[in-house]
């Protein structure tokens, strides 16, 4: 099974309500360059879930757009969900491919922890990892690619 992980692209800077955050025109153009440039990868995509927080799920909705297909908003996918928690949902998940769209710090204890790898892959802003696994585990992921937006 695959999974890709996407991280939000940049977003306004925070003011009263975080989960209200926009993605900037940078940050659009970063999903999009993303996008577009793994475009062969993503087309196997099958469901998309988003953070319900507005800057993921624009971001949702970008990639949606290029494959036409809905974006599932999942409430436990904020920033500060316990990992396990959303490595529990992947257990009844389905269809894979399933690409999911959120935040730091979540997307990087979910990629270095599928991975057994520490921190060794860092998560920008419109970060895309693709990661095997037969099954959903820490440690029992291997990552095919991590893609990260042009500069």
Excluded: K
Aim: proline share 7%.
């Amino acid at each position: 099974m695959q999974l890709f992980i996407l991280r939000h692209g940049q977003a306004e800077p925070l003011e009263l309500d975080d989960a209200a955050r926009q993605l900037t025109e940078r940050g659009r153009a970063q999903v999009n360059w993303v996008c577009d440039r793994r475009r062969h990868e993503l087309a196997s995509v099958r469901t998309i879930w988003a953070s319900p927080y507005q800057r993921a799920r624009q971001t949702a909705q970008i990639v949606a757009d290029h494959l036409q297909l809905p974006v599932h908003i999942q409430e436990l996918l904020t920033g500060d969900t316990p990992p396990q928690r959303v490595l529990e949902a992947l257990a009844g998940a389905g269809p894979f491919p399933l690409l999911l769209a959120s935040h730091q710090p979540l997307v990087g204890s979910l990629v270095n922890g599928l991975c057994g790898s520490g921190g060794a892959h860092p998560m920008g802003t419109a970060s895309l990892a693709c990661l095997s696994a037969d099954v959903w585990a820490n440690g029992c992921a291997g990552l095919n690619w991590l893609q990260h937006p042009e500069p």
